[in-house]
């Protein structure tokens, strides 16, 4: 039997930038001298230190020469001007319904003063710290300087914790800020929480769907299976219409692959840039690297011919850079009007250091909600004024907020009756995700529906302290819960409102083990994208067909009071959206918790799948009144892939020292930290050598680790392969080769064997002398496109396979030729 092993949800990492990445215009200033007397009067920002902190032992000071990224928000002068005028905005009949702001007007109306923002960089500037602005932005700016100086300007105490081998640092004293800056909230004083890619389930093997097939399809569907079933109008794919979408770290390689996956499915090549925010001076984080490749190809694919995508990220996956990328969108004088993010934190909740059993301490363990939340706030609440959504994934742990718990003795998972954040802000769309089966047309049919139910793992539920949005009150929905208190604890003034619940609508996420979505990773075609971040960058691009069909500069705006409008009707909901567990045979009812109301889906809106999923064509009659775009675009050319890139004098990648990162352990592994990648053919011209290099290559087996597994991968005609090498605790050295197929690695148990050597220390070497004839035969000339290297810790056992959890990678950069020679 072939042994499996399964990708654990934090995926590759990749290095090459391919594409335009465009920095933040405006430049870090340096810290000056102090020109600002510190001011008497002094306000206390509460709620910054994290609830429950107490509970952790810390480990003593954090380093006072270590650097700390901050941002800084103001708080906006005129909230009840705003609230008021948000309401106009979408309420039909009134003088200001749909006149959506530009960025300009908006800051002239409700925005924060230039000279206020001006004194808050002086004062930052006083206490030694570096600034960086963002465009056009008043409310918000990043900040940096030594935690000694951050301590003593923001009188402060921060400490280091150590939970399971990882140190973190956190504040235990809420700043206190002179009252005359107007500061709003401060992020960054503490790196416990912040966003979180959704956790994917892992999975066993997935297969394409065989055309034609009688019994239907459960595999992975394309964007044509999906244009059929979503009911997406062939007259409309976008048109004039641009996307965002949002995340952080390395994006090298995000755009190769969308080029191959257009190319595969003769779509446009879409426009794309990156814009980058932080105070970081490199990007490092490659946890994203698969996140991005599913997030811009399923968008692109429901909405090929939009004019662009335009990525905003931040550097480093921390609240202050990501509060920067939102800022830095709604800013944006040409930003798209609707972006997706696919990422989520605990939302702020009062209590969460409170008895066992409350909202933020289940079972005894001690749950962080977010402090920074109403930073994110203000920025969402800009965009639906500005005529903006976002899009947001609810998660993939069911009725529970997608969060890592700490408890005295290390990170535990447990269940929480809170939801994950930003899909829980009245201000964005939150997106649940389905399980879809089909009947495939092949080339003289559409393909239909065969069953489509709720995933067992889709995000969703209400919230006990955000209120809804006036969209959300009346029947339907029936909404189950009053909210008694805000996220900050403060009583909401009787009667209490209706809390936020979510998801708003849905969208397939598959089940991710046999149910998802084609995407290309690495150059490796027909791999498996899943999870409800799949499913926000759906309606990301469906969303965008219908604000192409949309009178006026800003469409329809935001989507929620739109969406809402026609679940209502009785007539409008039943023709488009299919309804989501209404109970025939095509949709089945199901639950992501335990059997109750507010956990299974049902006829009409439901806490697991909203209204259902979209029919787009009826949608865009009902909403906009028409099918065609009213800003008809050429889109682009069709993609004609990635042309292959030789470096056939040198390495086939290389990858900076000290970026190993297992569980968090940030250059402290050195005989899992790749440098270098090398491919070539053996002198017989039997066998691919493949060659990496390590930083300090050792047989030592972190704590907790079944295996070091070394993988060097590379793909031909659509299939990506491997060499492997292990190391097991007591020493052994194997060799091995197999293929990845979704989220899957099988090692090859037939044929012959692999031959190597491992040699150690300094710049160590790990060679694998892979049969050729056992990896597709590729022939002399052939391209291998896009070979990577990746190290893996083994959870689980080496006779059965298990979890292989990531620890570093390098590549892809440039592409093989077998045979070719330096000249």
């Given at each position: 039997?072939?042994?499996?092993?399964?990708?654990?949800?934090?995926?590759?990492?990749?290095?090459?930038?391919?594409?335009?990445?465009?920095?933040?215009?405006?430049?870090?200033?340096?810290?000056?001298?102090?020109?600002?007397?510190?001011?008497?009067?002094?306000?206390?920002?509460?709620?910054?230190?994290?609830?429950?902190?107490?509970?952790?032992?810390?480990?003593?000071?954090?380093?006072?020469?270590?650097?700390?990224?901050?941002?800084?928000?103001?708080?906006?002068?005129?909230?009840?001007?705003?609230?008021?005028?948000?309401?106009?905005?979408?309420?039909?009949?009134?003088?200001?319904?749909?006149?959506?702001?530009?960025?300009?007007?908006?800051?002239?109306?409700?925005?924060?003063?230039?000279?206020?923002?001006?004194?808050?960089?002086?004062?930052?500037?006083?206490?030694?710290?570096?600034?960086?602005?963002?465009?056009?932005?008043?409310?918000?700016?990043?900040?940096?300087?030594?935690?000694?100086?951050?301590?003593?300007?923001?009188?402060?105490?921060?400490?280091?914790?150590?939970?399971?081998?990882?140190?973190?640092?956190?504040?235990?004293?809420?700043?206190?800020?002179?009252?005359?800056?107007?500061?709003?909230?401060?992020?960054?004083?503490?790196?416990?929480?912040?966003?979180?890619?959704?956790?994917?389930?892992?999975?066993?093997?997935?297969?394409?769907?065989?055309?034609?097939?009688?019994?239907?399809?459960?595999?992975?569907?394309?964007?044509?299976?999906?244009?059929?079933?979503?009911?997406?109008?062939?007259?409309?794919?976008?048109?004039?219409?641009?996307?965002?979408?949002?995340?952080?770290?390395?994006?090298?390689?995000?755009?190769?692959?969308?080029?191959?996956?257009?190319?595969?499915?003769?779509?446009?090549?879409?426009?794309?840039?990156?814009?980058?925010?932080?105070?970081?001076?490199?990007?490092?984080?490659?946890?994203?690297?698969?996140?991005?490749?599913?997030?811009?190809?399923?968008?692109?694919?429901?909405?090929?011919?939009?004019?662009?995508?335009?990525?905003?990220?931040?550097?480093?996956?921390?609240?202050?850079?990501?509060?920067?990328?939102?800022?830095?969108?709604?800013?944006?004088?040409?930003?798209?009007?609707?972006?997706?993010?696919?990422?989520?934190?605990?939302?702020?909740?009062?209590?969460?250091?409170?008895?066992?059993?409350?909202?933020?301490?289940?079972?005894?363990a001690l749950v962080f909600g977010n402090p920074n939340q109403d930073l994110?706030?203000?920025?969402?609440?800009?965009?639906?004024?500005?005529?903006?959504?976002?899009?947001?994934?609810?998660?993939?742990?069911?009725?529970?907020?997608?969060?890592?718990?700490?408890?005295?003795?290390?990170?535990?998972?447990?269940?929480?009756?809170?939801?994950?954040?930003?899909?829980?802000?009245?201000?964005?769309?939150?997106?649940?995700?389905?399980?879809?089966?089909?009947?495939?047309?092949?080339?003289?049919?559409?393909?239909?529906?065969?069953?489509?139910?709720?995933?067992?793992?889709?995000?969703?539920?209400?919230?006990?302290?955000?209120?809804?949005?006036?969209?959300?009150?009346?029947?339907?929905?029936?909404?189950?819960?009053?909210?008694?208190?805000?996220?900050?604890?403060?009583?909401?003034?009787?009667?209490?409102?209706?809390?936020?619940?979510?998801?708003?609508?849905?969208?397939?996420?598959?089940?991710?083990?046999?149910?998802?979505?084609?995407?290309?990773?690495?150059?490796?075609?027909?791999?498996?994208?899943?999870?409800?971040?799949?499913?926000?960058?759906?309606?990301?691009?469906?969303?965008?067909?219908?604000?192409?069909?949309?009178?006026?500069?800003?469409?329809?705006?935001?989507?929620?009071?739109?969406?809402?409008?026609?679940?209502?009707?009785?007539?409008?909901?039943?023709?488009?959206?299919?309804?989501?567990?209404?109970?025939?045979?095509?949709?089945?009812?199901?639950?992501?918790?335990?059997?109750?109301?507010?956990?299974?889906?049902?006829?009409?809106?439901?806490?697991?799948?909203?209204?259902?999923?979209?029919?787009?064509?009826?949608?865009?009659?009902?909403?906009?009144?028409?099918?065609?775009?009213?800003?008809?675009?050429?889109?682009?050319?069709?993609?004609?892939?990635?042309?292959?890139?030789?470096?056939?004098?040198?390495?086939?990648?290389?990858?900076?020292?000290?970026?190993?990162?297992?569980?968090?352990?940030?250059?402290?592994?050195?005989?899992?930290?790749?440098?270098?990648?090398?491919?070539?053919?053996?002198?017989?011209?039997?066998?691919?050598?493949?060659?990496?290099?390590?930083?300090?290559?050792?047989?030592?087996?972190?704590?907790?680790?079944?295996?070091?597994?070394?993988?060097?991968?590379?793909?031909?005609?659509?299939?990506?392969?491997?060499?492997?090498?292990?190391?097991?605790?007591?020493?052994?050295?194997?060799?091995?080769?197999?293929?990845?197929?979704?989220?899957?690695?099988?090692?090859?148990?037939?044929?012959?064997?692999?031959?190597?050597?491992?040699?150690?220390?300094?710049?160590?070497?790990?060679?694998?002398?892979?049969p050729l004839d056992q990896v597709g035969g590729p022939a002399a000339g052939?391209?291998?496109?896009?070979?990577?290297?990746?190290?893996?810790?083994?959870?689980?056992?080496?006779?059965t396979g298990g979890l292989i959890v990531p620890a570093d990678q390098g590549?892809?950069?440039?592409?093989?030729?077998?045979?070719?020679?330096?000249?």
């Amino acid at each position: 039997m072939p042994r499996v092993r399964l990708l654990s949800v934090r995926l590759r990492r990749l290095a090459r930038v391919a594409f335009v990445v465009v920095l933040t215009a405006a430049a870090a200033v340096p810290a000056q001298t102090p020109t600002v007397a510190r001011a008497a009067l002094t306000a206390t920002l509460s709620g910054t230190v994290l609830r429950g902190l107490a509970k952790l032992a810390p480990a003593g000071p954090t380093d006072p020469a270590m650097q700390i990224s901050l941002g800084i928000g103001v708080a906006h002068p005129y909230d009840a001007e705003e609230d008021a005028y948000l309401q106009a905005l979408y309420t039909p009949g009134d003088p200001l319904f749909e006149q959506f702001l530009e960025p300009d007007a908006y800051q002239q109306r409700f925005g924060v003063s230039p000279a206020q923002l001006d004194a808050v960089v002086a004062w930052l500037h006083s206490g030694g710290l570096t600034t960086t602005s963002l465009p056009n932005t008043t409310d918000y700016v990043l900040a940096s300087g030594t935690a000694a100086q951050v301590s003593q300007l923001l009188n402060v105490s921060l400490q280091n914790y150590v939970v399971e081998g990882v140190t973190h640092y956190a504040t235990t004293i809420d700043p206190t800020v002179p009252a005359t800056l107007g500061l709003e909230a401060i992020a960054g004083l503490d790196n416990f929480q912040g966003p979180r890619l959704i956790p994917h389930t892992t999975a066993t093997t997935v297969t394409q769907a065989a055309p034609n097939a009688t019994p239907p399809q459960i595999g992975l569907t394309t964007p044509h299976t999906l244009w059929d079933i979503y009911d997406q109008p062939a007259s409309n794919k976008g048109e004039g219409q641009a996307m965002a979408i949002f995340g952080w770290g390395v994006t090298d390689g995000v755009q190769d692959d969308l080029r191959r996956f257009e190319f595969e499915y003769s779509l446009p090549a879409t426009p794309m840039t990156v814009n980058y925010y932080g105070t970081e001076t490199a990007v490092t984080d490659t946890i994203g690297a698969t996140e991005w490749r599913l997030d811009t190809q399923a968008a692109t694919g429901m909405a090929p011919n939009v004019v662009g995508l335009k990525l905003y990220f931040g550097k480093a996956g921390t609240d202050a850079d990501l509060i920067a990328a939102y800022k830095a969108w709604v800013n944006d004088r040409s930003g798209p009007l609707q972006g997706s993010s696919s990422f989520s934190g605990c939302e702020e909740a009062p209590g969460t250091d409170s008895a066992t059993g409350g909202p933020g301490s289940p079972a005894g363990a001690l749950v962080f909600g977010n402090p920074n939340q109403d930073l994110y706030e203000r920025a969402l609440r800009q965009a639906v004024m500005e005529g903006r959504t976002m899009f947001a994934s609810t998660g993939d742990t069911g009725s529970s907020c997608p969060f890592t718990t700490l408890v005295l003795n290390g990170v535990t998972p447990a269940y929480t009756p809170m939801q994950g954040y930003p899909a829980v802000s009245r201000y964005a769309v939150g997106v649940g995700g389905t399980v879809l089966y089909w009947n495939d047309g092949g080339t003289s049919a559409p393909s239909t529906r065969a069953v489509e139910y709720t995933w067992n793992y889709t995000g969703g539920g209400s919230s006990n302290f955000l209120k809804a949005g006036s969209y959300q009150e009346g029947v339907p929905p029936a909404l189950l819960v009053h909210c008694a208190t805000d996220p900050h604890g403060r009583p909401y003034p009787a009667p209490p409102p209706l809390c936020r619940g979510i998801p708003d609508v849905a969208a397939q996420s598959g089940d991710v083990v046999s149910n998802g979505y084609t995407i290309t990773i690495n150059g490796a075609n027909d791999q498996s994208g899943g999870g409800t971040s799949l499913s926000s960058p759906l309606w990301l691009g469906m969303w965008t067909r219908i604000q192409a069909a949309a009178p006026g500069a800003k469409g329809k705006g935001f989507a929620n009071p739109a969406l809402y409008r026609v679940g209502r009707d009785a007539v409008k909901g039943a023709r488009d959206f299919f309804d989501i567990g209404k109970g025939t045979p095509d949709a089945p009812p199901n639950c992501n918790g335990p059997v109750v109301p507010l956990n299974c889906s049902h006829i009409g809106w439901d806490y697991v799948s909203g209204w259902g999923v979209p029919d787009v064509k009826n949608l865009l009659q009902d909403i906009d009144g028409r099918l065609t775009p009213t800003h008809p675009v050429a889109p682009p050319p069709v993609s004609t892939g990635v042309p292959p890139r030789l470096n056939p004098c040198g390495p086939v990648w290389t990858s900076a020292a000290g970026n190993d990162s297992y569980l968090a352990q940030q250059g402290q592994n050195p005989q899992l930290d790749l440098i270098r990648g090398d491919l070539s053919l053996s002198t017989d011209g039997l066998h691919l050598v493949t060659t990496l290099t390590v930083t300090n290559l050792s047989k030592t087996v972190p704590t907790g680790s079944g295996a070091n597994e070394y993988y060097f991968l590379w793909s031909y005609k659509g299939t990506q392969y491997f060499s492997r090498v292990e190391v097991d605790p007591v020493g052994n050295v194997t060799y091995g080769d197999g293929h990845v197929a979704g989220n899957t690695f099988t090692t090859r148990a037939t044929g012959p064997a692999d031959t190597g050597s491992f040699v150690p220390g300094p710049n160590g070497k790990l060679v694998v002398n892979v049969p050729l004839d056992q990896v597709g035969g590729p022939a002399a000339g052939a391209i291998l496109t896009s070979p990577n290297g990746q190290v893996r810790e083994l959870v689980g056992t080496t006779a059965t396979g298990g979890l292989i959890v990531p620890a570093d990678q390098g590549g892809p950069q440039y592409d093989y030729q077998v045979g070719q020679t330096c000249h």
